[in-house]
């Protein structure tokens, strides 16, 4: 395992894709192709990205931007308690922002602007902060979701983060060993969410998502976390720029057979392709592997159910609960 020159971790990625990627290729990605973490897999096993700064440059940003935030409010003669009141958190809260514990939404740095009359020196740091609050080798994903004309995703797990309803994600969460504590769980789901807004952008992306059917029928959380989670499948699905498809358990083909995947394309036509496994996350920008991966997932679409049948599928398995 080696690091570059701007401490972003490359390596070996998984899923058999390889390394092979330009420089210049990867958003955020500090000049470093395909990007590992030997952590938690962002997608599943972790259950989603956590509003804290997940690296060293990511504390020292958040720690300037927190420095701003306590200089600007005591000019404007407020204490903790009147400030949180008037942006709709308590002085606990905001002591955390300020000691750079605990990252705000891009919302929430442009309403405490606007309190502190900041004239839009707190709103210029709110891409930084949001960038922050995920490790380098994942902040080129994240800005990917933002950018992507076209996201094609694979599940053989759990339900993808994108998809996933607050209940299922806490359910994930708290099964994390060793536990996670609260504020993590808090911060990571709030992350998560955020990352949701995809689904209301415009012009709207090109959303496809194939799933297996264990993952619709493993009841994380009990019975009526699963209950939550097919109907807000349900909902998403009748979206017309979102496909969701089910590989069923019968199906004796399944091209998604080495583990889950997303195949992510931009305005300018290039793909990416992040996949995880149990231990680690690589983003992937090889023009070869991306292709070959997204040919693979028209494979895995052409194995699955239609997505009229998908529904039909996931509305049978609400119905049996």
């Not at 058999?16 to 990605?29: C, H, I, Q, Y």
């Not at 600007?72 to 407020?78: A, T």
């Amino acid at each position: 395992m080696t690091t570059s020159a701007g401490g972003r971790w490359a390596g070996e990625a998984v899923a058999g894709m390889t390394e092979r990627a330009s420089a210049d290729a990867l958003p955020g990605s500090g000049g470093v192709g395909a990007a590992v973490s030997r952590g938690d897999a962002w997608e599943s096993g972790d259950g989603g990205t956590g509003r804290r700064p997940e690296d060293e440059a990511g504390k020292g940003v958040v720690c300037a931007f927190g420095k701003n935030l306590k200089t600007l409010r005591l000019r404007e003669g407020m204490d903790r308690e009147e400030f949180g009141r008037r942006i709709g958190y308590s002085a606990a809260t905001i002591a955390s922002y300020e000691q750079g514990r605990r990252i705000p939404s891009p919302r929430t740095i442009d309403r405490a602007d606007e309190v502190l009359g900041a004239g839009g020196l707190l709103s210029v740091w709110k891409e930084e902060v949001e960038r922050a609050q995920y490790p380098g080798f994942f902040q080129g994903m994240a800005q990917l979701e933002k950018e992507a004309i076209e996201l094609l995703a694979y599940a053989s797990h759990v339900v993808k983060g994108l998809l996933q309803t607050e209940q299922y994600m806490r359910a994930l969460l708290a099964m994390r060993r060793p536990p996670l504590d609260q504020d993590t769980i808090e911060q990571r789901v709030a992350a998560r969410l955020a990352r949701q807004e995809i689904f209301d952008r415009r012009p709207a992306p090109l959303l496809s998502f194939v799933m297996d059917e264990a993952v619709l029928r493993h009841r994380y959380g009990g019975k009526e976390v699963l209950r939550g989670q097919l109907e807000h499948l349900l909902l998403i699905g009748q979206k017309r720029n979102v496909e969701i498809q089910v590989m069923p358990l019968e199906c004796e083909d399944n091209a998604g057979v080495n583990g889950p995947f997303t195949v992510v394309t931009r305005k300018d036509g290039k793909k990416f392709v992040y996949s995880e496994n149990h231990a680690s996350s690589a983003l992937e920008t090889d023009a070869e592997q991306t292709v070959l991966a997204a040919a693979r997932y028209g494979i895995i679409r052409s194995q699955a159910l239609t997505p009229r049948e998908s529904l039909g599928f996931i509305e049978g398995l609400l119905g049996s609960l």
